[in-house]
C-alpha cells in the first residue's frame, strides 16, 4: 500500500487521504517535484530506567524534535556533599559525591545570600539517595554543571539497533514520553536524499493527493498499445485454441486499447 497524502510535503504536515492498493490506475496531475530534507540528529544512548542500548532520533529530517538535551541531569565537576537540609549551619552529611557522579534536580536552584553559594536538591542517580547540593561555593567554584550526555524524551520514538534511521535494523523497544538516555556516542547529523513527489487522481473513486514515486512502488502506464509486429487478437486469456477476433497490423493503424 501506498499513501496519498492531502500536502506536498510529507510526512509531519501532510494527512493521509487513503491508502493506495496495488495495480491501482493515477491520473498526474502535478509534478514530478524534488522534496528536499533537513539534517536530522541520531543517538546512541542508554536508558536509565531498564539499560536498553540503541540509537534514537531526536530531530527527523523534517523537524520534528523527539528528544532534546535535559539539563534537569547535572554532574558532579569537584567532590561535594550531599546533606538532610537546605540550611548549612544545621544539616547533616549524608555522603560526598565524587567527580563525574550524577544526580537530578528535584528542587533549585536557591541562592544562599548570607554564604554566597547556590544549592539544589537532588536526587542521586547510583543510589538514589535525596539531598542538598552545592553547586556553586563562594568563591565561584563550580562543584556540578549541566549533563550534556543526558536526553529526555518528549514523544514516543523507537530506539533500534543501528544509526540509520532509514535502514535502522530490529527494534530494541519504543521509548515513551519521559525517559531519561544517556549518551553514548553522538548526537550525529544524518543526511538524506531528495524524494519524488507527484500530484495524482485515483481513477477508481477521483481520490487525490501526493505521493513519493519511487522505482519500486509505481511506474508509468497507459491503457493504448501500437502493435509493431502483425500479431492476432484472441477473444480469451488463454492462447491456446482461442478465437481470433482479427489479426492486428505491425506500424500502422490506431493505437489499440
Given at each position: ?100 557522579e550524577l544526580f ?20 542521586c542517580i547510583k ?21 550534556t550526555k543526558h ?107
Open positions: 500500500e501506498l499513501p496519498l497524502e492531502d500536502a506536498f510535503k510529507a510526512e509531519g504536515e501532510a494527512k493521509v487521504v487513503r491508502a493506495l492498493k496495488a495495480d491501482e490506475v493515477l491520473e498526474l496531475l502535478e509534478g514530478p517535484r524534488k522534496q528536499t530534507f533537513e539534517a536530522g540528529t541520531r543517538v546512541k544512548g542508554k536508558a536509565s530506567s531498564d539499560g536498553a542500548v540503541g540509537w534514537f532520533t531526536a530531530k527527523d529530517k523534517n523537524g520534528v524534535v523527539f528528544a532534546e538535551a535535559d539539563s534537569k541531569y547535572y554532574a558532579c565537576t569537584s567532590p561535594v556533599a550531599i546533606t538532610d537540609m537546605r540550611d548549612i549551619r544545621d544539616c547533616k552529611v549524608l555522603r560526598k559525591l565524587g567527580i563525574g537530578t534536580i528535584e528542587e533549585g536552584p536557591v541562592d544562599e545570600p548570607d554564604a554566597g553559594i547556590t544549592r539544589v536538591k537532588g536526587k543510589d538514589e539517595v535525596e539531598g542538598w547540593i552545592t553547586i556553586k561555593g563562594n568563591a565561584g567554584t563550580k562543584y556540578a554543571e549541566p549533563s536526553f529526555c524524551v518528549l514523544q514516543e520514538v523507537p530506539l533500534t539497533k543501528l544509526f540509520p534511521s532509514s535502514k535502522s535494523g530490529d527494534e530494541v523497544r519504543k521509548l515513551a514520553k519521559g525517559e531519561a538516555m544517556q549518551v553514548l556516542e553522538g548526537p550525529r547529523e544524518e543526511t538524506f536524499s531528495p524524494e519524488t513527489r507527484v500530484k495524482v487522481k485515483a481513477i477508481s473513486d477521483a481520490a487525490s493527493g501526493w505521493i513519493t514515486v519511487t522505482k519500486d512502488n509505481a511506474r508509468p502506464w497507459t491503457p493504448y498499445y501500437k502493435c509493431k509486429v502483425g500479431a492476432p487478437m484472441h477473444r480469451a486469456l488463454a492462447e491456446e485454441g482461442a478465437e481470433v477476433v482479427r489479426q492486428g497490423g505491425g506500424g500502422g493503424g490506431p493505437p489499440v486499447p
